[in-house]
């Protein structure tokens, strides 16, 4: 496969799109639940050829990566749940989300629908494939799917499982998902606007912002996860304690966790708050050089400000508009934050790390977006699709409404 | 203005768009009402600059051009309507989309927001100006307005009268819509992705594929028009004599104007239709070059396909994606041809020209999109606008989920 024409392989998978928009949601849960079978018959494939990688990768990866990289029995468990829980999603393809009479019957639909093909680019981390391929069959798209290097006997096992599970269904069309291996597929595929409809990176900052600066095809996806947690003058102190040591230890490294904590000059018990702080383990930086920076780490940038405004000011300039959270018991202050904070979330006494798409309860998630179109925050497969508008006429011309024979009498159905 | 640094003007931008993020429906409503009388009573101050364009532009403007530019009496009568039918039209902001509790006292809200800042580069047509400036203010989004040098005196005298009205509304942000001259303008603009997140050319094909291939920004519209009508077996002869006459003559240059007509070897009548095109005018194109052509004129692709499949084959791999129609009196055809072809407009016995934002009753549009993202097809208000989670707690963390403390109890409100 890998030796194969990239844009053969781009052309294929939109003729497979087209057929996969046309699937009935029954066909599509039978090949996910033919892959969420094969995967737990094959896990000892699967735990093998991961060995092979974590053996190759041992003395080159950081403990982090290697971590990210290595299967075990929970995870396994996960990857073939996380199949099952799209399973018994509801089929997010030919709702009708408006449907108007433009006239007598002339009768407009907005009915969802795939978005076409999908390039998904991400590093370490193999048990992604599955639950991305999931993702992307119930929403009738085709995907491109192209793993890091380190993982590539466990990327490859998983998908020739996976494959071999859809070829069991004889409709299911071939090349819906396909795997590419190497750097140059990669550079083919940024250039490739005319089979891929949109690109999701799924890694680091300094991949997802490669990426957006190198295609003109659409990148759903976030560069970074600068998030922030003000602390009103109007604070209760046990809340900033727990939600603060939450958003920032509980999984440092993970984009929602908080790196910059603004706090009311007024807040009374700002010197116990930040005395508890450093008794958790959280190092404080006072002197901050660069507010756009993401620790990955249990590093916190503290800033104190004067005012709820001043603390939006900052937000507004520095965030990478992923999560933010006031600590507040003033009702007012908070809505004031809520309205005024431009990012994914916003949030009023909750800890960053809800930012999530199970937790959003959306089954799952292909990533969390600080896009300002299409999709926004975690984006499960409703951010998968797009719609069309149907119009069901018998004969209708403009050229009647031009000429004020008929008239429009608009009127919405559902 | 035209001296000022554009990216000055891109800051200035975004910080009137958080501004213009928490107006009220009341405050925006008297804008656009300030807007519309003030057009209403400098009528005379705008046909004067509009002379003075078109007086410079007659001996280099083609009578196409020179038309778009000219404004007359009922032109000024539809830009002062057009306002007023935005100001009627229901604010797309602060909606719920979704409301949901995670688990007791803790509510997750999905709120419609704008944008922010939109870019709007647009040729000749100066009673644009006034339309998009209404949609940006009833959406809450700041905008950067960049015409053609041709329009350049009658731009300038429609855009001080708008913000003279505005700065009329003490509350009203300024630098929400401003407006540039030069092609440096252009250029910084397409580098402002810092500021500036969304941009929308309205005009020729190669405006918008240069604009696509020269940013990094999202864009939204469309190429090209090339539109298809499927004359089936089973069409009926009057039906199919009536609409392919209004989509290909009624107005010829129109992106919604049909291109290609694909035509069934079986359909008894096909000999008596292409009899009656040609004697309507129509120039039927039988040795094709280029499918993916537009004409912009009263010219028609013509291809007898063998099947209803072959027919969507060839949408499918030729059309830009705007608007396809089938005539057919079989209701299975049909089905089958709008839920396989994949363009923003799919239509059964109606012509193509239907496709527009006041025809599907959105009261105004933006332009037509062709994206497989965020808005297609005709886009109004609503595709103007984004969404942000909120969330609600009362202290709430996530290692209380991590461990078991609690347990996620998803419930959907509304």
């Known amino acids: 496969m890998a030796e194969c024409n990239f844009v053969e392989i781009a052309k294929n998978a939109k003729l497979a799109s087209k057929k996969l928009a046309t699937l009935s949601t029954d066909i599509k849960n039978k090949a996910l639940l033919a892959i969420a079978e094969a995967l737990d018959l094959n896990q000892s494939l699967i735990f093998e050829a ?14 982090s990566v290697f ?15 996380g199949v099952i829980d799209i399973y018994n999603l509801e089929d997010p393809i030919g709702k009708f989300l408006m449907q108007r009479s433009l006239d007598t019957g002339l009768i407009l ?9 999908l390039g998904i680019i991400f590093e370490a981390r193999p048990d992604v494939i599955s ?18 290097k380190e993982a590539v006997n466990t990327n490859k096992a998983i998908f020739k499982i996976i494959n071999d599970a859809l070829a069991s269904i004889k409709i299911f069309p071939p090349h819906s998902i396909t795997q590419v291996f190497s750097r140059e597929d990669v550079q ?26 190198n295609t003109n095809i659409p990148v759903l996806g976030h560069a970074d996860g600068v998030c922030h947690i003000f602390v009103d003058e109007f604070a209760d102190l046990e809340k900033a304690k727990r939600i603060i040591i939450d958003a920032k230890t509980q999984y440092p490294s993970a984009c929602n966790s908080v790196e910059t904590l603004l706090i009311h000059e007024r807040f009374m018990y700002k010197e116990e708050l930040q005395k508890v702080l450093l008794s958790s383990g959280i190092e404080l930086i006072y002197n901050v050089e660069n507010w756009h920076v993401e620790y990955s780490d249990t590093k916190l940038s503290v800033k104190f400000v004067s005012s709820l405004e001043e603390a939006v000011e900052h937000i507004n300039n520095y965030s990478s508009g992923h999560t933010e959270s006031i600590i507040t018991d003033s009702r007012e202050n908070a809505a004031v934050f809520l309205k005024t904070v431009d990012s994914a979330g916003v949030y009023h006494n909750a800890s960053t790390r809800f930012a999530d798409g199970f937790r959003y309860g959306f089954g799952a998630e292909v990533g969390i977006s600080t896009n300002k179109i299409h999709a926004r925050g975690p984006v499960g497969l409703q951010g998968l699709t797009i719609y069309k508008y149907t119009l069901q006429g018998n004969g209708d011309i403009v050229n009647d409404y031009i000429e004020g024979v008929k008239h429009f009498n608009h009127k919405d159905l559902i």
Chains 1, 2 share one sequence.
């Open 188 to 213: 083919e595929m940024l250039k490739c606007d005319a089979y891929i409809d949109l690109i999701i990176p799924r890694g680091g900052n300094d991949l997802v912002k490669y990426i957006k600066e």
């Open 109 to 117: 639909s907005k009915v969802s629908c795939p978005i076409g093909v």
């Open 67 to 81: 971590n990210r990289l290595k299967l075990d029995a929970n995870k396994m468990r996960d990857m073939i749940q």
């Open 131 to 148: 639950q991305i391929t999931a993702l992307a069959i119930k929403s009738s798209n085709a995907i491109i799917l192209k793993g890091g």
């Open 50 to 63: 991961n060995k092979k990688d974590l053996e190759l990768a041992k003395d080159t990866l950081s403990a």
